[in-house]
């Protein structure tokens, strides 16, 4: 089992940034692949991003260029730093850990005003 907490939600303004953590716990030694997703009002849920084990990451292209996500293998934790934010951003995102079943966080709020 792994657990996942997401912070570093919250408001901002078109054009700032802010940067999501999500600490995992748990059985973390059999995380392979760490990723970022998101679900805007009424849509379905998205990718942003995702980081595997040998640091390749995979972006959307709606965030290509402006978000950068890492990890940080000691800490157990993967961060989404999200820079140029537009309100198309607004969403609430979610932390994935593949192990290769799938966990997710309890997601953290995201709202950019224009």
């Known amino acids: 089992q792994v657990q996942l907490v997401e912070s570093g939600g919250g408001l901002v303004q078109a054009g700032g940034s802010l940067r999501l953590s999500c600490a995992a716990s748990?059985?973390?030694?059999?995380?392979?692949?760490m990723g970022w997703y998101r679900r805007a009002p009424g849509k379905q849920r998205e990718l942003v991003a995702t980081i595997s084990s040998d640091d390749t990451t995979n972006y959307a292209n709606s965030v290509k260029g402006r978000f950068t996500i890492s990890r940080d293998n000691a800490k157990n934790t993967v961060y989404l730093q999200m820079n140029s934010l537009k309100p198309e951003d607004t969403a609430v995102y979610y932390c994935n850990a593949e192990t290769p079943l799938n966990y997710w966080g309890q997601g953290t709020q995201v709202t950019v005003s224009s």
């Open positions: 748990g059985s973390t030694f059999r995380i392979e692949t």
